[in-house]
């Protein structure tokens, strides 16, 4: 049988029976059928490459092609694939892996539970946020602020938290108890934007507030970078008035930033961190929630009919975990964090050259993570709806694939917005490229 052929009954398949995230069969009705990844390209099917220009979902961090985590997934699994980390059990990958993250991450946290993914970190980050003010005899605070354009994931509460409404349309209502405030971006918001939390936590009583939810960069969003004084500003009105902080680094984690953890760059420590995606570099799923030393605290002293009764069935796998350690060794003995500051800057720069098509409207990023905001109009800044898919196709027939925000008008406007993340080791030619793909895309729609 001919590789077209097997193509073909593949696709055929597919369609009959795959149901994949975000369908729709119109969008799906040429799919690109990939079978190898090698640094930072793909190949499909027919043999064609492209630069994975987003990393494939922000996450395959090391690159494509790692012998070393297939070969150390096998060997724990061959010696201990699986075992319930529920408590009274335990495994040495998890016992380890919790101990190197909180060495890595910011110095105030102190406790690790892990998960399967980034949603599910953010729905037990407002489950440890109610939890910790229950312990505290504060059984009021149960409200999440969180941000227009941020994606948290779309589990019910992670989807409620999410300010993209194109998620919340056909499952709506969200769950009670979710408000949203505008971010911090630059582009349509001069300043610093900190005040727009201020004023949500008194109108809603900060009594009754458990916790602020926020990405340091905006990332499934568009790509929205903060002014320098936000997150300082946050960090204070938190404290003030006695709101926890998570910070969601499910995309920024593990040196996408070019920090470890992006609220480094600012000199900021929030209380619960989400994490998933560069973990493993998407090798195997895993994501967790770090805590702070207060907040672990509040779990270990619980009496007994006030236990964190929280659980997963895959909490802590031990060959997840093993992945995530070889996948961390990798990162340091490369050295791609710093790596990855040093290409963004490359790759924001050359994006910078964009601005002279007349649909840029606007071109951000910090490290390897950019956004390209298309607009009608460069002096109004009316939004460009539908032209970003446009620009995606011709960028996959030029060799480049990656995805974006599709764009809204009304009271929160945002462009169509061409999302950039590549593999951290992509190599100083390929980011070049990425942008000549981009400006023969663009010009093509003009």
Known sequence: MDIET??????ESDQAHLIHPLHHASDHASP???????GAMLRDAEGREYIDGLASLWNV????G???LAEVAAAQMRRLAYTSAYVGFTNEPAIHLAGRLLRLAYPNLSGVYFTTSGAESNETAFKVARYFWKRRGRPEKVKFVARHHAYHGVTMAAMSATGIPAYHTMF?????????????????????????????LREQDPDT??????????????????????FPRIREICDRHQVLFIADEVITGFGRTGRWFALEHWGVQPDIVTFAKGVTSAYLPLGGVMVSREIHQAILDAPPAERFMHAATYSAHPTCCAVALQNLDILDREELVARAAVLGRR???????????????????????CGVELVEDQRTKAPALGLGARVLAGARQRGLVTRMR???RGEHPIGDVICLAPPLVISEAQVDRIVEILREAIAACL
């Open 209 to 230: 507030v458990a916790a602020f939810i926020a990405e340091p960069v905006i990332g499934a969003g568009g790509v929205i970078p903060p002014t320098p004084d936000y």
């Open 66 to 68: 790692r012998a070393e």
């Open 172 to 200: 709506a209502p969200t769950v009670p108890g979710f408000v949203h405030i505008p971010p911090s971006y630059p582009y349509r918001h001069p300043g610093s934007m900190a005040d727009a939390l201020e004023a949500a």
């Open 61 to 64: 961090n090391v690159g494509h």
């Open 6 to 11: 097997t193509r073909a009954g593949l696709l």
């Open 406 to 408: 599709a764009g809204q």
């Open 347 to 369: 790759l924001l720069d050359r994006l910078q050259t964009l601005r002279d098509l007349p649909v840029v409207g606007d071109v951000r990023g910090l490290g390897l993570m």
């Open 32 to 38: 690109l059928l990939l079978v190898e990844g090698q």
